[in-house]
């Protein structure tokens, strides 16, 4: 079992609509959970991170954490073209030294 | 503020030949990551410096790579003799500190194609 699991898409949403992401992480002792944007032939780029079970909201952005689960899921709202590229979920392990990422979903967002 | 540099941005190198990757953290970051993405996979952690200790080199794929870091500051990665299975993208990473509620900054990686 990978230790972050991510689909690798791609996703194809029309502009306008909401693009849910999914992530599952199998370290039960991670406290920290983190999504990444990476467009292609760039760095990773962090958008949001989530360390309680919930919703955190950020602008269009929202992340869901459900630890019982090891779930992790980022929603974008009102999606746009520009929000087109590979989504990195990423976990800190217990330790508190290593982030492990996801093999990450590629997003298209159609205009 | 400057962000995390590396360099070269992209390499071409035959097999059996050397290779020397640079990473310029954050300044002041004294937490020091390499990872690879090789094509298709995921981004997998290599290993991490505290200032110029090797906290964690679990991830070093085998004794042709080989990090430092002298002085804390910058880090160098490298892999020799390359081999076709070290293509892909090299990132660096830093941060301040370490533990939960920790970003890691990247930098824009490097490209290694080994034909």
């Known amino acids: 079992q990978k230790e972050v699991e991510q689909n690798s898409g791609p996703l194809s949403v029309p502009e306008g609509a909401i693009a849910s992401l999914n992530c599952t992480y199998s370290?039960?002792?991670?406290?920290?959970f983190f999504w990444y944007r990476q467009y292609s032939g760039k760095s990773p780029e962090l958008i949001m991170s989530?360390?309680?079970?919930g919703d955190k909201e950020d602008g269009r952005f929202t992340a869901q954490l459900n630890k019982a689960s090891q779930y992790v899921s980022l929603l974008i709202r009102d999606s746009q073209p520009s929000d087109s590229a590979t989504y990195l979920c990423?976990?800190?392990?217990?330790?508190?030294?290593?982030?492990?990422f996801g093999a990450g979903t590629r997003l298209f967002v159609k205009a | 503020e400057a962000g995390v540099t590396q360099f070269p941005s992209h390499s071409v190198i035959e097999k059996g030949q050397t290779v020397t990757l640079r990473c310029d953290p954050i300044?002041?970051?004294?937490?020091l990551y390499w990872y690879r993405r090789v094509m298709g996979k995921e981004i997998k952690f290599l290993l991490h410096?505290?200032?110029?200790?090797?906290?964690?080199e679990s991830g070093m794929p085998n004794n042709r790579f080989l990090a430092e870091r002298t002085g804390g500051t910058y880090s160098t990665l490298k892999v020799q003799p390359a081999e076709l299975e070290d293509s892909g993208v090299y990132f660096c990473?830093?941060?301040?500190?370490?533990?939960?509620?920790?970003?890691?900054?990247f930098g824009q990686g490097t490209r290694l194609t080994v034909v």
């Open positions: 990473a830093s941060s301040q500190m370490t533990g939960p509620n920790t970003e890691a900054f």
């Open positions: 370290d039960r002792g991670s406290q920290s």
């Open positions: 989530i360390y309680s079970n």
């Open positions: 990423a976990v800190i392990d217990t330790g508190g030294f290593k982030t492990i």
């Open positions: 300044s002041g970051h004294d937490n």
């Open positions: 410096f505290v200032k110029e200790s090797k906290q964690d």
